[in-house]
Each structure stands twice: as C-alpha cells, then as structure tokens.
C-alpha cells in the first residue's frame, strides 16, 4: 500500500508560480504512474497532469499545457507539479494519486490511494 501526501499549496497572485508536492511512503512508489488532479468549490474532480513510472511520459489537460510541468524523483519518492502563470481558474484543491492502469489516464477512476489534497487559491 502507497501513502501520499500533498504539500506546497498556498495563496498566489495570478500570473505567480506555485511548486505542489507529492511525497509517497512505501517501496514499491517508482513502480506507479502518478497523476495529479483538482476540485474547486461546487466542481467535479478533474485530471491536470500524469507522469509514468519512469518519467518518460507526461500528459496534460489542455488549459494546463504550457503551464504546468510534472516531474518526479523516484529515489526522493516524490512527484512535483510546478505551476507557472497561475490564473484565478487554477483555484482548487489539489490532489494526488497512484495510476491503476499501465497507461497514462485523465480518468479519475483509473487512480488509487488520494492524498489528503493541498489547497491552492489563485487571486486576481
């Protein structure tokens, strides 16, 4: 079993830059995707970014591409998400997870073991 836990969220002025983190305990994290996703207030939660085991793939959802840039250090245990030109709409908690398929997934049905999230709030 993965244990992740979220930090680095915090309040930003828009167009700042924020760098998430998510730390995992247990040997076997470098053998999972990871993927990040969010909820705002009211909202579904939705898929941002994905990182394969290894590192070598990535995947976006289109209003974060060019944005956000997902990276992880598997002998740290930990996956990053470094937000740049942060908009009032990137507003939410954020949240981790471990990949249950092979693939990369935006499907939230397709990640195990959340995190407890970090809340980011972007103002205007």
């Known amino acids: 079993q993965v244990q992740l836990v979220e930090s680095g969220g915090g309040l930003v002025l828009a167009g700042g830059s924020l760098r998430l983190s998510c730390a995992a305990s247990?040997?076997?994290?470098?053998?999972?995707?990871i993927g990040w996703f969010r909820q705002a207030p009211g909202k579904e939660r939705e898929f941002a970014a994905a990182i394969s085991w290894n590192g070598d793939s990535t995947y976006y959802r289109d209003s974060v591409k060019g944005r956000f840039t997902i990276s992880r250090e598997n002998a740290k245990n930990t996956v990053y998400l470094e937000m740049n030109s942060l908009k009032p709409e990137d507003t939410a908690v954020y949240y981790c997870?471990?990949?249950?398929?092979?693939?990369?997934?935006?499907?939230?049905?397709?990640?195990?073991?959340w995190g407890q999230g970090t809340q980011v709030t972007v103002s205007s």
């Open positions: 997870a471990t990949a249950a398929t092979i693939g990369l997934s935006p499907r939230k049905d397709d990640y195990r073991n």
């Open positions: 247990g040997r076997t994290f470098s053998r999972y995707g």
